[in-house]
């Protein structure tokens, strides 16, 4: 399957999802996930009319501009952990950075910040004029069934959308939640995800690195 058929099937799942959800379509953005992929394969993505992308790696995305710079409307963010060292060539770089990850799942694999000290960084965020938190970001455990990943994820889903209205008071511009991903996004935006980040259903497995 092409990348053009594959994103329109994952936009018809999107808005299937959010009519059971009774949210309208513009709820909800498409994050198409190109880390690790060609960059052939992001400009086929965008030909296709995606503009909203994600990659984990700054070098990486620093490599690929130089072949993408002339897409229109291209909005790319940083996904994943920043290293110190990398922080202003990432600001220059991407659009928005999604780094700090709700941590709600025990995996000693998964790393993130603890929901308990959640108010005490967005309250050390809060004078720094230059960084706004726009949301929360988790990834729930992997499923112990694949087909079954949605159902499995949702109590992560429904935790993490909590946690966002309980902040909100204090922190108005917390208002998106960014979860979903391949196996689970439909669950996510039944559960109030904003943003869906989708890799391997638009653009196929990954190669190893």
């Known amino acids: 399957m092409s990348i053009a058929h594959n994103l329109q099937r994952v936009r018809t799942q999107i808005a299937e999802a959010c009519a059971r959800a009774h949210r309208p379509l513009t709820d909800v953005a498409l994050m198409a996930v190109s880390k690790v992929h060609p960059v052939e394969s992001l400009i086929e993505a965008h030909a296709a009319g995606q503009r909203l992308f994600g990659e984990n790696r700054v070098q990486e995305w620093q490599q690929k501009s130089e ?25 220059k770089l991407f659009h928005a950075i999604d780094t700090v990850e709700v941590k709600l799942s025990p995996e000693e694999s998964k790393h993130g910040l603890l ?5 005490s960084l967005l309250a050390a965020i809060a004078p ?11 990834v729930p455990p992997w499923p112990a069934d694949i087909t079954r990943a949605g159902e499995e994820a949702r109590p992560y889903f429904r935790e993490l959308r909590r946690l966002r209205d309980q902040s909100l008071a204090k922190h108005p511009t917390l208002t998106q939640l960014s979860m979903g ?6 669950a996510a935006i039944e559960e109030g995800s904003t ?3 989708i890799g391997t259903a638009i653009f196929g497995a990954r190669t190893p690195q």
Request: include cysteine; charged fraction near 20%; proline fraction near 8%.
């Open 181 to 186: 991903m391949s196996n689970d996004f439909a």
């Open 128 to 138: 720094l004029e230059s960084l706004i938190p726009r949301g929360l970001m988790t």
């Open 195 to 197: 943003c869906v980040r």
């Open 67 to 91: 072949s993408a710079v002339h897409l229109e409307g291209l909005e790319m963010h940083l996904i994943g952990p920043l290293q110190s060292n990398k922080t202003t060539p990432a600001a």
């Open 115 to 119: 929901p308990e000290d959640l108010e």
